[in-house]
């Protein structure tokens, strides 16, 4: 299973199960060596977390504490880099996901914290990210909206430039909503080869 996918799914599943399957949990073994247990096993298993559980529940329980704020833009920021990967695809993920982690990302996660800092408590917890990138050659990663209104505040756009001499170049930039989506604010290009790259989500 490819390290980035595994790192969402177990994410997600924590996340899901409000901590009850925790990355260290017994079922990622199985997952990750590709091992599938019999019957007499699985409840075995099946036993052993319900026991898990219910102590869970009842002697390690903690209120979170953590304020809403930083949920959601932990989790914004965790869907930015999912729709980010499932716009690169299969083909695509594998040839820049290390530079675009790099280079690209963290400036892609300031930009997404600047415009959270800049709203007030009341609107951020109301902030919403696009639920699909665009596919073929079309520009579209994500867009991050208020999510009462639906007005886009944020658009993050990656573009496929072909360069004489050079070859083709991502281009990965933003607009905002301050200048009605207007100018290109860039985040950085990452050379994809002289050879036409491969349509999105492919």
Do not use: C
């Not at 809403?68 to 993920?93: C, P």
């Not at 408590?121 to 990210?129: C, D, N």
């Not at 200048?179 to 790259?197: C, E, M, Q, R």
């Amino acid at each position: 299973m490819k390290k980035w996918l595994q790192k969402t799914l177990v994410i997600t599943v924590a996340m899901l199960t409000l901590g009850l399957i925790t990355p260290n949990h017994e079922i990622w073994d199985v997952l990750d060596n590709g091992q599938s247990n019999n019957g007499s096993q699985n409840r075995n298993i099946l036993a052993r977390e319900s026991t898990e559980q219910e102590t869970v529940l009842v002697d390690e329980y903690v209120p979170n504490e953590v304020p809403d704020e930083l949920t959601n833009y932990d989790s914004l920021l965790t869907a930015a880099k999912e729709q980010t990967y499932i716009k690169f695809g299969s083909k695509i993920a594998p040839v820049i996901g290390d530079e675009f982690e790099e280079r690209i990302y963290p400036k892609l996660e300031e930009v997404i914290e600047q415009t959270f800092n800049s709203m007030d408590e009341g609107s951020v917890k109301y902030l919403a990210l696009s639920s699909q990138p665009s596919g073929q050659y079309s520009e579209k990663i994500f867009h991050i909206s208020h999510g009462m209104s639906g007005e886009d505040l944020l658009r993050f756009h990656v573009r496929t430039e072909k360069r004489p001499q050079e070859g083709y170049y991502y281009n990965f930039h933003y607009h905002t909503a301050d200048d009605n989506f207007v100018a290109h604010h860039s985040l950085g290009d990452i050379y994809w080869s002289k050879d036409t790259p491969p349509k999105w989500l492919s």
